[in-house]
DNA sequence: AGCGAGCAGTAAATCGATTTACTAAAAAAT
DNA sequence: ATTTTTTAGTAAATCGATTTACTGCTCGCT
């Protein structure tokens, strides 16, 4: 086959081809050795005795033909992954989603990663989340509204954990001070017939979230009736949960004008069972929301509610566990971050009507 | 130092120790070679010639030890990482919250885990994000109202991209049946003068629905007037957004009796703009949203809207990226893949009032 | 007795980067 | 002129699994 006589290897495009360029080959491309060209690229205090000259031509190779080095290789190496698990109990929801944004933002920051799982609720999974993770060699984990079990050997940051467990960093909200707010808030409205909303027990928040609730409302003078009590149950992330056992607080014929909901959403599913009963809201029942997801100010009329940071705490999580990850601390960790809630108050809570 | 005769070596608890078992401590244990255990463990075809009970040997120990085979060294030889990347534009938005649920499900069921990257619309990352989870060794991609461009040779699908690019799968809505069930809907109900809001530039459902809209309405012998036609624009994802545009409509004082909104969340700003406008909806004005994101359920009263089936959507996205993957299909690859939308009657709409 | 077939496994290369210990040559110091 | 130091790098081990190409060995058959 005739060809022009100098030929030449056909020059390869900077970027051609499929295969991306391993480190040997771009050491072979610029006639080095590869432990050369990784010092160099890496800026390792072991390139010193390399000269500036060849340390520039390194870097400009490895820019022009686009070396990127192979993660899995590199993870392979030095144990680390940059990467770190996040398990929700549904992501979903506008909870878990909001605490993963501030999640991601301080991460990818850092140049981390991210593997998502969400359990629902479910124990098994709960159980072998952390070991799946594990596996794919993550290198931390932080669970949101998780009560995860001892297990797992690596830093750990829970977001409303509560149970304590020896190494890992709870982050909480004051629910002492969220109590407080609210009661005070409604309080000061006038109310004194107030129905409280305990939440679904396999919520962590719901015993701590309670017991803060009594301690206040006794400070407060703010009787807690039974009557004027009800607990959700159903494991349903949607305001029907909240709906039914409205329907049953009304039936039992107590009268009340307030209520502190156990979340925005069963507040929701509250207001609309208020309605079919005939009662305006405020005008009647003033009605006080807790989280302030998305929706809480979506609402027509927006929702009354406590807010907790959930950004703030997916990004102090994030942050937290990069510093034990990374930290020198040997082993020592912060046991619980408090972090402070924020009374959003829009338009379901009002005075009480006068007298009805 | 006095020790009992017969002194063996301590026992190792099973699951004692830091550090997990590695293959080789395995075959050690075993007293074989870390070949044929690899083999048995995987159950590779070459594994035929190892005797039954040898292998009930090895799969034994395997357990007892706890063996977990290091995913970083077993990717580095096989160049798989059994791992996605999934990028959308705000992890806390229910649409994408939503279509993440279906995407997890398949995946985690399938034995993948995945990356989640949120890009907020800002150019550079959307560009720079696929390589840097292309780095991470991910198999693939699957972009949520995303319009990514051509460079990535990793199979990718993309819901609600729209944009024809090579080596895409698209799955898209059928916005012509969209726009005609909700269109229908109203007419039926007796409407005729209806505001039309058109999404934000950005979006890539914007222009295919708003042509869907246009072609439905002439077919139904709907006037699309301008003066009755909104279109969004601050890049926020509030209903903030639709109430400043839906004052800026009733501004105009030109009447209408039903509203069809881009979305669920500018249909919740419209509706707070409608009512501080003195209008009742649905009595004065009725409105259809879209999406059927959660939080639309949660309105009070509860929003008709068109809902767009996100946790399948995310579903089949996970399905075919997964078919592509492991597909013997060579390079063939569906191009699009139509979804349908589902009527989801509320409460804000009804019949127009008779007269005003 | 000799041959091939089957059995039970193993040695060693490989994936791609990192890192420690080392070398050859040149420059500086004595 | 020799020794020491510095310069400019390199060879080779390593991380932990996978996988191909072998190696002895035994058994049956002619």
Same mark, same amino acid.
């Given at each position: 086959m005739p060809r022009s006589k100098d030929d030449k290897p056909i020059a390869k495009l900077p970027d051609a081809g499929s295969g991306s360029v391993s480190l040997k080959a771009l050491a072979a491309h610029l006639g080095l050795s590869s432990a050369t060209v990784s010092l160099v690229i890496n800026r390792s205090p072991a390139a010193k005795s390399i000269p500036p000259k060849t340390q520039e031509r390194i870097r400009e190779a490895a820019q022009e033909l686009n070396y990127r080095p192979n993660l899995m290789a590199r993870s392979l190496r030095q144990k680390r992954s940059f990467t770190v698990g996040v398990m929700v109990p549904e992501i979903s929801e506008g909870y878990a989603a909001m605490v993963m944004s501030g999640v991601e933002d301080f991460l990818l920051q850092e140049g981390y990663f991210y593997f998502v799982v969400s359990h629902r609720h479910r124990r098994d999974l709960i159980e072998e989340y952390p070991l799946l993770l594990q596996q794919r060699a993550v290198e931390g984990l932080i669970a949101v509204d998780t009560a995860c079990s001892e297990q797992s050997t690596l830093p750990t940051v829970a977001i409303s954990g509560h149970k304590e467990v020896r190494g890992v960093t709870n982050i909480v909200l004051?629910?002492?001070?969220?109590?407080?707010?609210?009661?005070?808030?409604?309080?000061? !409205?006038?109310?004194?017939?107030?129905?409280?909303?305990? $939440?679904?027990?396999?919520?962590?928040?719901?015993?701590?979230?309670?017991?803060?609730?009594?301690?206040?409302?006794?400070?407060? $003078?703010? $009787?807690? =009736?039974?009557?004027?009590?009800?607990? !959700?149950?159903?494991?349903?992330?949607?305001?029907?949960?909240?709906?039914?056992?409205? =329907?049953?607080?009304?039936?039992? =014929?107590?009268?009340?004008t307030a209520m502190f909901a156990f979340n925005d959403i069963s507040a929701i599913g509250a207001i609309r069972a208020l309605r079919e009963n005939g009662k305006r809201v405020p005008e009647d029942v003033s009605v006080i $929301?807790?989280?302030?997801?998305?929706?809480?100010?979506?609402?027509?009329p927006g929702l009354t509610t406590v807010r907790q940071p959930l950004r703030q705490m997916g990004l102090i999580a994030a942050e937290t566990l990069l510093q034990r990850i990374n930290g020198s601390g040997k082993g020592k960790y912060r046991k619980e971050i408090v972090v402070q809630p924020e009374l959003i108050i829009r338009q379901t809570t009002a005075p009480p009507a006068s007298q009805k």
């Open positions: 004051d629910h002492n001070r969220a109590a407080r707010v609210a009661l005070e808030h409604l309080k000061k !409205l006038g109310h004194s017939r107030i129905a409280l909303v305990k $939440g679904q027990d396999f919520s962590s928040d719901t015993e701590p979230r309670w017991q803060a609730l009594l301690s206040v409302a006794a400070d407060l $003078g703010i $009787g807690v =009736k039974d009557e004027l009590t009800i607990q !959700l149950e159903s494991d349903s992330s949607s305001p029907e949960v909240g709906y039914q056992m409205s =329907k049953n607080l009304l039936a039992r =014929k107590v009268p009340f $929301g807790f989280d302030d997801i998305l929706s809480a100010a979506y609402q027509n």
